[in-house]
């Protein structure tokens, strides 16, 4: 499972710049789209004695791409999953394959989420179905707000879990390698030994209804998500 060298965001904006000083521009070298809201640190916002700068300069030299890690569960018996993975994908397609995923759960399920450094909120169980409608009317803040984290969870005789994570990659746990590895291929995502994820490096954080007036704030989608579909 991925080692982050750096958790904590470098630099979280919200309303301290006006529209025209907002600067979006993310790592040329990336092959992976990110969400427009993670961006780039600027060097002179660090404490040039601070570790962070060495760190920025790193990231310079990483590529972020799509494609998935896999690793089998050898505790099975006891967690009722069999593997977990962790996908970068194209930001367009997160909540795309999210669904495709999601689809392939059983019964009923349940949402958890919460806001970064907040406390994790479960929610009521309800069909598969009518969770992936309530879901589908927020697919902008799924994709863009990258302060709110967002799992749908089946937990019955199996163990299956799709965490949208606040930076926007995918983390999995599942028990049908098949399926799975059947939807990779659909959308052009490999297996690789050895990945980069966002959240190991400095990056500044725009609050998504700072970019898009017609956005929820971070409360208001908390408040939406505690709502029954």
Known sequence: MKSIFLT???????????????????????????????????????NTNDSTLIYIEERKSVSLEQGFLFYENEDFE?????????????????????KRLIRNFKNEVYLVYHISGDSVIYGEKFSVVSTLKKLDKIESDILNNCSVNIGVVQD????????????????????????????????????????NFVDEYPRTIYDWSYLNEDAMTNEALIDYLKQEP
């Open 8 to 46: 904590s965001i470098f630099l979280s904006v919200s309303m301290c710049a006006t529209e025209s000083e907002v600067d979006l521009t993310q790592w040329e070298q990336d092959k992976l789209i990110l969400p427009i809201s993670i961006v780039q640190p600027e060097l002179e916002e660090a």
């Open 78 to 98: 006891i967690d009722r999953y069999k593997f977990y993975s962790e996908i970068n994908v194209d930001n367009p397609e997160l909540w795309n394959l999210s």
């Open 156 to 195: 019955s005789k199996a163990f299956n879990e799709l965490f949208i994570d606040e930076s926007k990659y995918l983390r999995y746990w599942g028990n049908n390698e098949s399926f799975f590895r059947t939807i990779m291929s659909e959308f052009n995502i490999a297996e690789k030994k050895k990945m």
